[in-house]
């Protein structure tokens, strides 16, 4: 069975520090990772979407990194604020029959951070 | 722009009652999708519908059922509510193409069923 682990469950850091999320997955085959930011009460947001081709990609502060051989992935947040909190979820894509693409979703990491 | 917007955002139901949640999207995306989202569990796909007229079945669709009769709107049915329907219900919508469009959540509905 196609499954996403992510890790930590939860974080906890301080403003200003930066951290990394983690997200191990057994999709196979694989299409595309995307990393998505939910704020408590709200819908997830899209943050960053990779290919198994691509190493890194960017969105202002959070920088995602793929390693499609170990089926690894990370989100890094840099210089943290108040507003990052949130739980963070990790979606790996396989193809889909109908071209929607099968999704598995993690469970998601809850991140606050502290003023 | 209103993007993906969702209707109502929190309903009780009693066991066996029967209501709809209703998912409305302005962009003009030819894919919409509901999911559940439960308590440590990850995001769970019910049902999906690549264009109007089209629909299919998720992972977990037992209880619900859907239609769509136009792009933008994509209604869920409860048929029968049962507590374990007890959850947030998101919609979700984006364009269609190679599998790397962004895809777009509504805020939500918290459901409960007594």
């Known amino acids: 069975k196609n499954q996403v682990e992510q890790s930590p469950q939860s974080l906890i850091i301080l403003e200003g520090k930066n951290c990394t999320l983690q997200c191990n997955y057994t999709v196979s085959p694989f299409s595309n990772l995307r990393w998505y930011k939910q704020d408590t009460g709200r819908g997830p947001v899209s943050l960053t979407i990779m290919t198994f081709s691509e190493n890194t990609k960017s969105n202002g502060r959070y920088t995602a990194t793929l390693d499609a051989d170990t089926k690894q992935s990370s989100l890094h947040i840099t210089a943290s604020q108040l507003s990052d909190s949130a739980s963070y979820i990790c979606v790996v894509s396989a193809p889909g029959g109908t071209s929607y693409g099968k999704l598995t979703f993690g469970q998601g990491t809850i991140l606050t951070v502290h003023p | 722009n209103a993007g993906v917007t969702q209707t109502p955002k929190f309903q009780v139901l009693k066991t066996g009652q029967s209501m709809t949640l209703q998912c409305a999207q302005d962009m003009n995306h030819e894919y919409m999708s509901w999911y559940r989202q439960d308590p440590g569990m990850g995001l769970r796909l019910i049902h999906y519908?690549?264009?109007?007229?089209?629909?299919d079945q998720g992972e977990v669709p037992n209880g619900y059922n859907v239609s769509r009769s136009t792009t933008e709107d994509f209604p869920l049915r409860l048929l029968s509510a049962a507590p374990s329907q007890t959850s947030v219900y998101f919609c979700?919508?984006?364009?269609?193409?190679?599998?790397?469009?962004?895809?777009?959540f509504g805020p939500g509905t918290r459901l409960l069923v007594l």
């Open positions: 979700a919508s984006r364009r269609s193409g190679g599998g790397q469009e962004t895809q777009y």
């Open positions: 519908s690549v264009g109007a007229g089209i629909t």
